[in-house]
């Protein structure tokens, strides 16, 4: 099972941090994607961490801006988010799947390319 939480009201430029708790695995088994869904777009891959050296992998529209982190011992991984801008507002969402890589997170991966999701957790940036 997966459970982000972490979401909120933010204005524009100021930070937040998303958090994944994992369970029934562990982290080194599988890598951990963060995905996000504004209404009326497709869900996107933002960021991935793989499971086991935890390179970490960002789409073009968050690089620089968010940074993903894992803590093995707490089963938990982290989705740094700065420098907000109104087009973050989403609902964000963390899945794994053992056989995705996380260079196809951040690009082209879909809802069917994941196993697991956790329900999501929202993120509302104002202007």
């Known amino acids: 099972q997966l459970q982000a939480s972490g979401g909120g009201l933010v204005q524009a430029g100021q930070s937040l941090t998303l958090s994944c708790e994992v369970s029934?695995?562990?982290?080194?088994?599988?890598?951990i994607g963060w995905f996000r869904q504004a209404p009326g777009m497709e869900r996107e891959g933002v960021s991935c961490?793989?499971?086991?050296?935890?390179?970490?992998y960002y789409s073009d529209s968050v690089k620089g801006r968010f940074t993903i982190s894992k803590n093995n011992a707490k089963n938990t991984v982290y989705l740094q988010m700065d420098s907000l801008k109104p087009e973050d507002t989403a609902k964000y969402y963390c899945?794994?799947?053992?056989?995705?890589?996380?260079?196809?997170?951040?690009?082209?991966?879909?809802?069917?390319?994941?196993?697991?999701w956790g329900k999501g957790t929202l993120v509302t940036v104002s202007s």
């Open positions: 899945a794994t799947d053992r056989y995705t890589s996380c260079q196809v997170v951040v690009t082209t991966a879909t809802y069917n390319d994941m196993d697991y």
């Open positions: 029934g695995f562990t982290l080194d088994d599988y890598p």
């Open positions: 961490i793989s499971s086991s050296d935890g390179s970490t």
